[in-house]
């Protein structure tokens, strides 16, 4: 039969948290992407016209995740590294009537989301292109065209920091994808003359975004609990020997979390007992992010009250601290086995003699009562 022992945390045991330490870093690898995203705005016998395609993806990278063999996730960025590049033309006809230049311009926003993070660009590109003249006379039908006009590269760097509610996304074996985007992309085109016969102009604008992008993952090392501080040790025998009846029987024995810089702290969640339980007191309480090169001392009791052979064992359920991604952190067991014989007190043969002489003067008193 077992019991389980539900501990409750004592506060101010404990070390330093885990968290306080420098965190080690592994990364997803640097995904590579280029894509491109277009608009166009035309216009019929007006000054000018507006369009947009706001919201438009340009690329989607997919990122390694974060193992969670390799320790538990305090922390994750996503690191772009980028250019976009902008090109716009554009076109214009008329049929007889004065002369008209036809031109246009066009500008754009970034973004970069993932799960739990996100990242706005917020120095928009914008580029105005050329122009082209439509002459003035009963030309017929004239058309024109400008463009198209590239711009210098603009650099389109950062980092997107991944919140804490959603480090979970980024833990498995598979990937987690980034979409990159542009919030607005918009572009007008315009005629500097509408009078006359029909005329019109459209112009292009499209935005060309590569670069790379990687997550950079921040993670502690898994706890390491042991019966010993040097090296790990996952099973402790406590044996009280055979100690007298209603006496004192009390041995020393501690938790650790093996030391290292980079570890997170330990946490003693409960205890499971099986075997002659109500023979021993383990003295075990709960204990929350002990600390990496840290020890909780206990007191185990041999409990004396009655005679005979006992043997318990104790099952300790240990994880890591309550800190980071919760699919990242690992569980730990010790096992405590207490064993002991308690032996009844004999009664000392001067006390037997004592009691025998005490009966043989009773007798004797009986006998001189008269009948």
């Not at 705005?41 to 947009?52: I, L, R």
């Not at 065209?145 to 997107?160: D, H, L, Q």
């Not at 016969?197 to 950079?216: C, H, R």
């Not at 309550?322 to 730990?332: E, L, M, P, V």
Request: hydrophobic fraction near 40%.
């Amino acid at each position: 039969m077992s019991t389980i022992f539900r501990l409750t945390a004592i506060a101010g045991l404990l070390a330093v948290s885990g968290l306080s330490q420098a965190a080690l870093t592994a990364t997803s690898g640097s995904v590579g992407f280029n894509g491109t995203a277009s608009v166009s705005a035309s216009v019929t016998s007006q000054a000018s016209a507006s369009n947009s395609n706001n919201a438009v993806e340009v690329a989607s990278v997919s990122l390694g995740q974060f193992n969670a063999a390799t320790g538990v996730l305090i922390g994750a960025d996503l690191q772009l590294n980028s250019t976009r590049l902008q090109v716009i033309d554009g076109y214009g006809y008329k049929n007889n009537g004065p002369g008209r230049n036809a031109g246009g311009s066009g500008g754009s926003s970034a973004a970069l989301a993932a799960i739990g993070a996100a990242a706005n660009f917020t120095t928009a590109i914008s580029q105005a292109g050329g122009a082209c003249s439509l002459a003035m006379g009963p030309t017929g039908f004239t058309d024109c065209s400008w463009g198209p006009a590239t711009s210098s590269p603009v650099a389109t760097n950062g980092t997107a920091n991944v919140d804490d509610a959603n480090l979970n996304a980024y833990v498995g074996n598979g990937s987690v994808d980034a979409v990159l985007s542009l919030p607005e992309l918009q572009v007008t085109t315009t005629l500097t003359r509408t009078q006359g016969q029909t005329s019109g102009s459209t112009t292009n604008y499209t935005v060309e975004w590569s670069g790379d992008l990687q997550a950079d993952y921040r993670y502690l090392l898994h706890a390491e609990a042991s019966f010993d501080g040097s090296s790990v040790a996952e099973v402790l025998t406590l044996d009280f020997g055979n100690v007298a009846q209603n006496s004192v029987a009390s041995l020393d024995f501690a938790l650790f979390n093996l030391g290292d810089a980079n570890r997170i702290g330990l946490d003693l969640d409960d205890v499971v007992g099986s075997g002659d339980t109500a023979a021993f007191d383990t003295g075990l309480s709960a204990f929350a992010d002990l600390s990496q090169g840290g020890s909780q001392s206990f007191i185990a009791n041999l409990l004396t009250a009655n005679s005979g052979s006992f043997s318990a064992q104790y099952l300790l359920n240990l994880s890591d601290a309550d800190f980071g991604a919760d699919s990242t952190r690992q569980n730990h067991q010790l096992t405590l086995n207490l064993i002991g014989r308690v032996s009844a007190v004999p009664v000392p043969g001067a006390v037997w003699l004592f009691g025998s002489a005490f009966l043989g003067m009773l007798g004797v008193s009986r006998r001189k009562l008269p009948a």
